[in-house]
């Protein structure tokens, strides 16, 4: 159980475009689910927090604007990078945190973002 | 704020000895902690956890913490090392309010043969 998955796990884009990065809780509902941002042979650092129905809440120095999250539904979410350019690229995280857990969250399996 | 250090950056170890990877942490009250482990290119998977209770606290694949308060500390123990375990393994916080997890920096596990 807990299975969260993130599609598509690698995109390549050229620069000014946008893509979309869907996160879902395969088997549980998740009434918040969070963003991660992972620069090579570093660590996670949280982009921002998302709950079912309302907007997202963005760590200091994320641009809102410029990474959109949207949580539809307990099972999904998604980050739109908007005008992609070369310092987007990185590796993006979702977690999901079921809904009667105490802090605990469940990671997918990672997008892998290049931008050209 | 909460923090975590994980104070080694890489460790090498031969296959089927032991493995200790440190992690302190600083929060103001009691901490939820976690140990995940991360195979390149791939997501994160929760080895162990420790919310309150025994402060051992035995996880999956063979590993096990300790929480130490009185030294800010969730130390993570392999007695007997695989070649499988060679990875990126993180320490992180998290807050009662059941909000955000700070990570540490990382330690990169390598296993001689």
């Known amino acids: 159980g807990a299975v969260v998955s993130q599609h598509p796990s690698r995109v390549i884009c050229k620069s000014g475009t946008s893509v979309k990065i869907e996160c879902r809780s395969l088997?549980?509902?998740?009434?918040?689910m969070f963003w991660y941002r992972q620069f090579p042979k570093q660590s996670l650092m949280l982009m921002a927090t998302s709950n079912e129905g309302s907007k997202a809440t963005y760590e200091q120095g994320v641009e809102k604007d410029k990474f959109l999250i949207n949580h539809a539904s307990l099972t999904l979410s998604t980050l739109t990078v908007t005008s992609a350019h070369p310092e987007d690229s990185s590796f993006y995280i979702c977690?999901?945190?079921?809904?009667?857990?105490?802090?605990?969250?469940?990671f997918g399996p990672g997008t892998r973002l290049t931008v050209l | 704020a909460q923090s975590v250090t994980q104070p080694d950056i890489h460790i090498t170890v031969s296959e089927g000895a032991s493995l200790e990877l440190r992690c302190n942490y600083s929060?103001?009250?009691?901490?939820?902690l976690f140990w995940y482990v991360q195979s390149p290119g791939q997501g994160l998977q929760l080895l162990l956890k420790y919310f309150s209770g025994d402060t051992l606290v035995q996880g999956i694949k063979g590993f096990e913490a300790e929480f130490k308060r009185s030294q800010s500390s969730f130390n993570l123990r392999k007695p007997s090392v695989h070649w499988s375990d060679a990875a990126e393994y993180f320490c992180?916080?998290?807050?009662?309010?059941?909000?955000?997890?700070?990570f540490g920096g990382g330690t990169r596990v390598l296993v001689k043969p």
């Open positions: 088997d549980f509902q998740a009434t918040t």
């Open positions: 992180a916080v998290g807050s009662a309010a059941g909000n955000k997890l700070t």
């Open positions: 977690s999901a945190r079921p809904r009667l857990s105490y802090n605990e969250q469940f």
């Open positions: 929060y103001g009250a009691t901490p939820y």
